[in-house]
């Protein structure tokens, strides 16, 4: 079955930096454009960045465009999500989706 699992969040300071990455399974992996999302407590789950299958094109929330890189390892079926310059407003959970298929999520926390 299809398996998404996020892992990398943690505590970090305002400027801080943190790798997230999401492992897959169940599904041929490099054959599919990957996403990665977050929520916000209080507001919708919003899109930040997305990859196309071979990496080679990527979107970006403006909210963190310059700030966050998405990339992916097909051969480690893993797609990462580098964020640095990390802001308060960017605490949340983290989660990474194939088609209707949701993580469990990671949760982000940004605080001095």
């Known amino acids: 079955q299809v398996q998404l699992v996020e892992s990398g969040g943690g505590l970090v300071q305002p400027g801080g930096s943190l790798r997230l990455s999401c492992a897959a399974s169940g599904f041929t992996f490099s054959n599919y454009g990957m996403s990665w999302y977050r929520q916000v407590p209080g507001k919708e789950r919003e899109l930040v960045a997305t990859?196309?299958?071979?990496?080679?094109?990527?979107s970006y929330a403006d909210s963190v465009k310059g700030r966050f890189t998405i990339s992916r390892d097909n051969a480690k079926n893993t797609v990462y999500l580098e964020m640095n310059s990390l802001k308060v407003e960017d605490t949340g959970v983290y989660y990474c989706k194939w088609l209707d298929y949701w993580g469990q999520g990671t949760q982000v926390t940004v605080s001095s």
């Open positions: 990859i196309s299958t071979g990496g080679s094109r990527t």
